[in-house]
């Protein structure tokens, strides 16, 4: 038996990199999930279904509002109701380091549009099924970057800071209604593209030296994590920001 049995989820953002973990440790313990995303979701979906896993992709670019209620509608036409929602979808691996003055005005817009506006949107979408249930678990993904003021990518760490603020709330405002909302803040993690990326070693190796826990972070070290806000286990826990880095960010 898994801790999810019968709860549906959605992850945004989990056709590549973390989010790819994510929906594979939701349905490893009995969710069935949807992935909303701009690119295919075939390759996540196939390895979830190998594994005995229920899972459906869904095109969605989720700054559009009308694109998330169609993955909506698609979701609950599969899968019935919604009781995790995991906004992991944002602006980042593509993202290029620069001094704040060269970030452009639609870059910008760009990364609040997608990392801001993105959750807000779902939450909007979601939060009618999961109030009409007195239950929900909204997972809005930030990053240490917040915390850290990391230098070369201002408006991602603005857009995360935006993340933190918002989780606290939405809480607040859900939390009458059986709606836990709290948020994940991860280090920087060994993806496929984070680890393709030329140039970047000695901040890769950086990233280990400077956290308390020597090692390079994988996305399976979130997942528990996720797992563990899914879950009735956090059930009176809400408006938290949960850092998982090894040691890095405090706050
Ligand atoms: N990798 C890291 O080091 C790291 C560190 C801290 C926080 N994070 C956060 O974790 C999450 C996942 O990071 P990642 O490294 O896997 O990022 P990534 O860029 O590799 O993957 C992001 C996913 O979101 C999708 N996406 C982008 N725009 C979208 C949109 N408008 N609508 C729907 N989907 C969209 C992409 O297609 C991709 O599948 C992000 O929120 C990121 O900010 C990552």
């Not at 001094?99 to 779902?122: H, S, W, Y």
């Not at 606290?168 to 209604?177: F, I, P, T, V």
């Not at 990326?197 to 979130?222: C, I, N, V, W, Y």
């Amino acid at each position: 038996m898994g801790q999810l049995d019968g709860k549906t989820a959605i992850v945004t953002g989990g056709a590549e990199g973390i989010g790819v973990s994510y929906a594979k440790a939701l349905t490893a313990e009995g969710a069935q999930v949807a992935i909303w995303d701009v690119v295919s979701c075939d390759d996540t979906v196939a390895a979830i279904t190998a594994s005995g896993g229920r899972a459906l992709g869904l095109t969605c670019d989720v700054s559009d509002p009308a694109q998330v209620a169609a993955a909506l509608k698609a979701t609950q036409e599969a899968f019935g109701g919604v009781h995790i929602l995991v906004n992991n979808a944002a602006v980042f691996a593509r993202l290029y380091q620069k001094p704040f003055e060269d970030i452009t005005t639609a870059e910008f817009d760009k990364a609040l549009a997608v990392n801001v506006r993105g959750p807000f949107e779902c939450v909007k979408a979601v939060s009618p099924i999961m109030r009409a249930q007195n239950y929900g678990k909204i997972i809005n993904i930030a990053s240490g970057t917040a915390f850290k003021g990391t230098a070369g990518m201002m408006h991602y760490v603005a857009s995360k800071g935006a993340v933190i603020s918002m989780t606290r709330s939405m809480a607040n405002e859900l939390g009458k209604d059986g709606i836990n909302v709290n948020c994940i803040a991860p280090g920087l993690v060994m993806t496929d593209a984070i680890l393709a990326r030329e140039g970047m070693e000695d901040f890769r190796q950086g990233s280990a030296a400077g956290r308390f826990l020597k090692k390079l972070q994988t996305p399976e070290d979130l997942t528990g994590t996720l797992v563990f806000l899914a879950s009735p286990a956090s059930d009176f826990i809400t408006g938290q920001i949960i850092v998982v880095d090894g040691g890095a960010a405090m706050h």
